[in-house]
């Protein structure tokens, strides 16, 4: 194993600094990575108008070079629900499932099948409209594996692009009291009000556009928040923080779950402890999400950094 891959090194007590670790070409590694997430973009621009989006494995994807290969996907031949609408009849559908134990978990989950003009990529971050990255896939299992901390709450997901995966995995199997997915873009949120019509979950389950700089739209509070991979952009964390400290009712918990970055994730939790909320970054939070990491780090296109998913528990007092 190539240890100078191995940044979240155990015998530091899970304390680095990622800013001083020395990475060999890391100024190359970090071009080669945006490279792939826009060639993402780019194909979605250029491919013919009524071809299908990008799937969770597609080849040009940065999530299928550091998938932690906890998600499954099918093809289903039909839309898996008996109202046959426009919205439902022009989209792809799929089978989400990932297993824990001896228990399955699944949720349909609809594709758009026109591709994204540019218009749709400009303005608001739309990288959630393309396909399901590591930090989602592991926050839905994650959720799967913990349902307790869901029962009898009133959840929120925050960012959580064209699926809300690991939302509606909460809203489907946790018996939370109410959940609702949100999304900051509009085609997003649409996609998602689709995939609720087909599927059945467990407590009253919604979807709606949120915009983290606009004021709330209610006072309404949540007693779990879970967000993915939603620290990317240096501009928008400040609205981020102020969105979670408005919604996360005192003594509630949020789960945000995304890669180390570089600092953006000690950025991000310094900035939410200024605002009077407290952190816990947790970087072995599961062990089979471990085990897959460890796999990963032989895997020379993996880079810890960018692509191994840290927990950030945050609470209100």
């Not at 692009?161 to 509606?168: D, E, I, P, R, Y």
């Not at 009253?204 to 949540?222: D, F, H």
Request: hydrophobic share 35%; with cysteine.
């Amino acid at each position: 194993m190539d240890q100078s891959k191995d940044i979240l090194d155990l015998s530091q007590n899970y304390r680095i600094d990622l800013d001083q670790v020395s990475f060999v070409g890391k100024t190359n590694e970090k071009k080669k990575a945006a490279r792939r997430r826009w060639a993402i973009l780019a194909k979605a621009l250029k491919s013919p108008s009524g071809s299908q989006p990008s799937s969770p494995t597609d080849e040009v994807s940065v999530r299928r070079i550091s998938s932690f290969m906890l998600l499954k996907t099918r093809e289903l031949p039909v839309p898996p629900c008996s109202d046959l609408n426009e919205q439902i009849c022009k989209r792809v559908w799929f089978e989400y499932s990932l297993s824990i134990g001896q228990t399955s978990f699944t949720i349909n989950v609809g594709h758009r099948t026109r591709t994204f003009s540019a218009e749709d990529l400009m303005g608001f971050n739309n990288t959630g409209n393309v396909c399901i990255w590591p930090s989602e896939e592991t926050l839905s299992y994650y959720a799967c594996a913990n349902l307790g901390l869901f029962l009898d709450r009133n959840v929120l997901e925050l960012g959580g692009g064209m699926s809300c995966l690991a939302g509606l995995f909460i809203a489907k199997y946790a018996a939370s009291t109410t959940v609702l997915v949100t999304d900051g873009n509009r085609n997003s949120v649409d996609n998602v009000q689709a995939i609720l019509q087909c599927n059945t979950f467990s407590c009253p389950t919604s979807c709606s556009l949120l915009k983290w700089g606009e004021a709330p739209r209610t006072a309404l509070q949540y007693d779990v928040i879970v967000s993915a991979d939603c620290l990317f952009f240096d501009d928008a964390r400040h609205d981020f923080v102020e969105c979670l400290h408005q919604y996360l009712a005192p003594g509630g918990l949020a789960l945000v779950m995304a890669p180390q970055r570089g600092s953006t994730l000690d950025h991000f939790i310094i900035q939410s402890e200024t605002r009077g909320l407290k952190c816990k970054k947790l970087i072995r939070y599961d062990e089979t999400v471990w085990d897959r990491r460890m796999q990963l780090l032989n895997q020379d296109e993996y880079n810890d950094n960018i692509h191994y998913p840290i927990l950030v528990e945050v609470t209100k007092p």
